[in-house]
Structure formats: C-alpha cells, structure tokens
C-alpha cells in the first residue's frame, strides 16, 4: 500500500479506502520529480467517516487491557525493525531525507514505540485526603476519546509517530491527518499498526491534496467528537487552528516554529562548536523546527570562528539524498527553495555578507551562512525553514543573551561555553522550552518533555509527559455510610 505501493489510500475504520469524492493527487519525490505514489484527496466527508470510525472505536479500545495494548506497540516496533530499509527508502523518495537523517528518525522511532508500550501499565491517578467521614476520593487519570492529529512532513516518521503513540497508548482512539508533502509516510503508521493487531477504528489517516489542509483541519476542530488536537507545524497554522480551537473550547497541544539561537563563548573548543553548529544549522537540510538558525558569537573569537565555519560549511556534499555521502538534500518543494531564495537576496540586497553558500542548485540549496543581516530583515527575525544561518558577532554574553530572547519564538537553544558551568548560567537565562549546554539544539528522544515557549508553541510531548494533555483527571468520590446534610 505505500512503500510497496504507489497508491495511498486512506484508512478508515479498519478499512483502506479511496476518498469518496474519488479525486486522488500525486505526492513527488523533491529529488528527481518522480511520483510517489497517487494518494486519495480526501475532504471533509473522509473526515467525518474517520472521526465517526474512532468515536466507535473508543469504548473498547480504552477499556482492553494493559497487556493487549503493549503487545500492539511491540509488535508495530519489531515490524519497524523489520522494514527499516524500505522505511528509510520512502523517507528519502518522499521527503528528500539523507540516510543520517532518516536514521535518526528510525532510532527514535522504536525507542518512541517502546516506551510507549509501558504507558498503558502507568499508575492511573492518586487518592486524595478528604475532609468528608467516610468518603474515599479519587483523582483519576481517563482517556479522552477522538484525539485529532495533524503532523508535518520534514520529520515525517517521527513527528506523526509521536503524534499518536502516547494518545493511542493512554487509550484514546486517533484520526491523523499527515501532511500532504508525505502522505505515503502517514498511511505507513496505519499500515504498521494494522499489522500489529490494532483494532479497527482506533488509528484513522485521512490523507489530502496540496491547499486542501484547511477542509480536513476545519472538521477535526468543530467536530464535537474530537477531544483534544495536537498540532505540529509552522506558527501562522497554529495560530489559526488555535483560534478556531478557542471558540469550540477544544483543548490543543501546539508544537510551532522557531527561530533558535545558539550562543558561542569565549574559551569554548572552536573546532567542536564549528561542528556542532554545522550539524545543528544543516542537519535535514535546515528543514527540522529545531535547527539553529541565529549563532550569535563572542568578539573575542568571532572571526576565527567564522573563518573556520564557514570553511567547513562550503564543503558540506549536497545532491542525492539516497547516495549516504549527502549531507544537504533537496528541500522539500519549488515554493520552499523559491522562499529561501527570496530571503537571502533580500538579506544581501539590505547588506548581509554571504560566508558560504548563497545561490540555489535547484532542487538543492546549499548550505548558507550569511553575518551582517540587518535586523528587520525576514531572514533575521522569521523562521526560514531551509539550510541558512545567521552568524551574528556580539560584544558579550550579556549582547548575546539579550538577542537571544529578542524574538517572539521559544523553541530550542544552545549554548557553547569553555565548561557545563560556563554554559548553564547563560543557558538559564535563555527563553526557550529547550536548552543544551554543549550540544547543539537538534535533540529529541521520546521520553524528553518536547515543546515550546511564546510563539513556538505549548504542551509537551514526551511518553510520560503525554498524559497531562491526552488524558482527563476526573475527581471521583466513594461512600458508603450515609452522610448527613443540612436539609
Ligand atoms: P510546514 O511549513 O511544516 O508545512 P504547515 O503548518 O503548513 O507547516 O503544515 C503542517 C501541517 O499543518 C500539515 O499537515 C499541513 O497540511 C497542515 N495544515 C496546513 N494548513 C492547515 C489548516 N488550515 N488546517 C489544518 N491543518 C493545516
């Protein structure tokens, strides 16, 4: 059905079906302009079927037993390790993903699928002391119902496989709606867990064609049935999903952009943060939310820094994502290389200096430093999701941790500092949901409490982190001596 073959169709209440407008679009691979595969354009109808699908699903799903649910991840993490080539395959045709890249997703992937086989033994909730004689109270942990996942297509394994895995472990049932760039590798997680032994009903994948995002996403937070929805993507997306969330009273889990900066200081190990910043700007092409994209760096080792980044930068290989010498792939579409262009020109039009990189190698862009970007340039204060990066000299940490913050996104950052110690106390200051000392900021690993400040979003994923938002805590009283009343 999807790596196999080249027809995605959509999932449905244990069914693959086409979409029942019977329109289908072709999902391309951004490398040579091969299809994919030919998917089902599915709209609001499909939509409804999957929720209706879920919404029935549910009883029984959140009432089997802990072990019955385990077995399921088991297995769907063993099918995972099974088809690991075919998976990495997909990963590249579908999404231009270099081998370093789509390994990294793999790993996260079982580990992801195994952890989450233990939720469903999590201990549900607490009892809580009363004032009342003789009565027993509960705070208690329950399933939602339908949770609604909409996940994004750069780390198109990963991103949709902890969109669901907790939801669907804590015992929800789930509709997921992948992102049209990478429907093959959202109708995967079906097939995966179909395989596995997942009833029907309870995982959904309604796929659609390009523009069409907004009919599937309309649906799934109207829909009374959906309970919660978990969002990853860019932040004007998520804003508007939000607003629309905030007047149906729908509690959402958003997973934005960022623009995250990365704070180089004086007596750090220049050759280790070059290299550390090269894999954090590029990694996936700069296509990963997480990538930095500000390196702000001391005065005092500012141009030896430079030099020697923007050296190794210019001999990163781009071209073929399936030959493993790639480092930087295609991005992912014309519109994307065309956004990346734009903003480049218009940085070096408004006097940024390009150190590496600068012009297109359609279907590439290869990786890019620029330094003197003016503030109010796009470049400088948006997210631009491909492989730039903006090199910024500062006087001292003070400077640095000042434009560090100077942005309405909070999503990750990093700090690289002469010692941990050196680090945190700059790190501590620094107002992103994620920071590492010593490290880059392209980090994730399923247990991790995922997520963003400010504009880059709120809730976090992580397995044992997933319940405070996929799950309800209901108070729950028992008795069974009479009490008195006051009438
Ligand atoms: P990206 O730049 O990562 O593609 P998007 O926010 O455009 O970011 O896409 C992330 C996910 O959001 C994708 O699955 C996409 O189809 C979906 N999406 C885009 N627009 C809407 C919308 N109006 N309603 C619901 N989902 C949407």
Known sequence: MTTSQTRVRQHIGGHWADSRNGRTFESLDPWSGDVVATVAAGDQDDTRAAIDAAHRAF?????????????????????????????????????????????????????LLRQSAALPYGALGQMMPSDQPGTRAMAVRRPVGVVAAIAPWNAALTLTGRAIAAPLALGNTVVLKPSEEAPACGALWAEIFAEAGMPPGVLNVVTHAPGEAALIGEELVANPLVRRLNFTGSTVTGRRLAEAAGRHLKRVLMQLGGQNPMIVLEGVDLDYAVDAAAFGAFVHQGQVCMCARRI????????????????????????DPSDPATVIGPVINQWALSTISRRVDEAVAGGARVLAG??????????????????????????????????????????????????????????????????????????????????????????????????????????????????????????????????
């Not at 995972?80 to 890249?101: D, P």
């Open 59 to 111: 009883p029984s799903w959140s009432e089997s037993l802990p072990f019955e649910r385990q077995r399921i991840f088991l297995r769907a993490a063993d099918i995972v390790e099974r088809r690991r080539a075919e998976v990495l395959s997909l990963l590249a045709r579908e999404t231009g993903c270099t081998w370093h890249f789509g390994d990294i997703q793999l790993d996260f992937t079982l580990s």
């Open 296 to 319: 702000y760096v001391e005065r005092a080792i500012a141009d030896e820094f430079a030099e020697r980044f923007a050296a190794k930068v210019t001999g990163l290989p781009f071209g």
């Open 358 to 487: 600068g012009t297109p190698k359609p279907p590439c862009y290869p990786a890019t430093v620029l330094t003197d970007v003016p503030d109010d340039i796009e470049l400088a204060f948006d997210e631009t999701f491909g492989p730039v990066v903006v090199l910024t000299v500062v006087e001292d940490r003070e400077d640095a941790i000042a434009r560090a913050n100077a942005s309405p996104f909070g999503l990750t950052a990093s700090v690289l500092a002469a010692n941990s110690v050196e680090g945190f106390e700059v790190a501590r200051r620094v107002s992103a949901g994620i920071v590492h000392v010593n490290d880059q900021p392209v980090n994730d690993e399923p247990q991790m409490p995922f997520g963003g400040s400010k504009d880059s979003g709120w809730g976090r994923f992580g397995v044992g982190f997933a319940a405070e938002d996929f799950t309800e805590l209901q108070w729950v009283t028992t008795r069974d001596e009479r009490r008195e009343f006051p009438f």
